[in-house]
């Protein structure tokens, strides 16, 4: 029997994912954790198969939770079920060490395809994602032309905030460091991406999306 931790803080969410799960794979036993920090503690009282991890979750600190979770259970497949735009990060957490990255809008049969392909061993990618992927030519290409792909895994989490809205100081508090790092991470993703303000920002990463649908 495989054993599933589920990472979803929203409960209405994580009763559906369940029950999906419980319907193709009817002999599973799946255990739920709202937060990172229960989930870390289930982590180090048992052994799991496959974790699927909502990245915003309290308590979480992004990509670091991966290599968090390595730690304790080395061997343990991680797929990553977010809402965070697929074009901008799957590539970055798949460098992290997840195994797969599916997004929240995705059907039935997408997460079914992907849970059972990562518990077989091997890792799911999206369509979208195989086309980012399609030859490392190309990759390189677009690396060049979109400078977003520069910025790390830190850099873009935080970018994230900063496009909805979230001020420093609350930055520095969700993701537990100083309100000057916050800054100094700011400013690299303002050189990076030759922008000035957030208004500037914002329009970056819409031209780079509309980019990135154009290639698909």
Same mark, same amino acid.
């Given at each position: 029997?495989?054993? #599933? !931790? ?5 409960? #209405? ?5 369940? !029950? ?5 794979? %009817?002999?599973v036993?799946?255990?739920? *954790? ?5 989930? =870390?503690?289930?982590?180090?009282? @048992? ?6 991890l ?5 308590g ?10 390595? *730690?304790?259970? &080395?061997?343990?497949k #991680?797929?990553?079920? &977010? ?7 799957a ?7 997840? &195994?797969?990255?599916? %997004?929240?809008?995705s ?6 395809? *992907? +849970?059972t ?9 999206? &369509?979208?994602?195989q ?6 030519t190309?990759?390189? @290409?677009?690396?060049?032309?979109? %400078? ?7 850099? =873009?989490? +935080?970018?994230?905030? =900063? !496009?909805?809205? @979230? ?5 520095? #508090?969700?993701?537990? +460091? ?6 100094? $991470?700011?400013?690299?993703i303002?050189?990076? !991406? ?13 031209i $780079?999306k ?7």
């Amino acid at each position: 029997m495989k054993t #599933i !931790l589920l990472v979803e803080d929203h409960s #209405i969410v994580s009763m559906g994912v369940k !029950l999906l799960i419980e319907d193709f794979l %009817p002999s599973v036993n799946i255990i739920e *954790a709202g937060s990172f920090n229960e989930t =870390l503690k289930h982590l180090q009282s @048992r052994f799991f198969d496959l974790v699927v991890l909502d990245i915003k979750i309290p308590g979480g600190e992004g990509s670091k939770m991966i290599d968090k979770i390595k *730690a304790i259970q &080395s061997k343990v497949k #991680i797929l990553v079920f &977010s809402s965070q735009d697929e074009e901008l990060y799957a590539l970055h957490y798949y460098k992290a060490g997840a &195994s797969g990255y599916l %997004p929240k809008d995705s059907s039935n049969d997408e997460l079914e395809k *992907a +849970i059972t392909s990562v518990l077989n061993g091997g890792t799911y990618i999206s &369509s979208v994602v195989q086309s980012q992927l399609i030859n490392s030519t190309m990759l390189e @290409r677009e690396s060049k032309e979109s %400078p977003i792909e520069t910025l790390s895994n830190r850099e =873009l989490e +935080i970018m994230d905030m =900063l !496009l909805v809205g @979230r001020w420093t100081k609350d930055i520095a #508090i969700d993701l537990n +460091i100083k309100e000057s790092t916050v800054s100094t $991470y700011k400013g690299r993703i303002f050189e990076k !991406l030759d922008v000035t303000n957030i208004l500037e920002l914002f329009k970056k990463v819409e031209i $780079y999306k509309k980019q990135k649908e154009k290639t698909h």
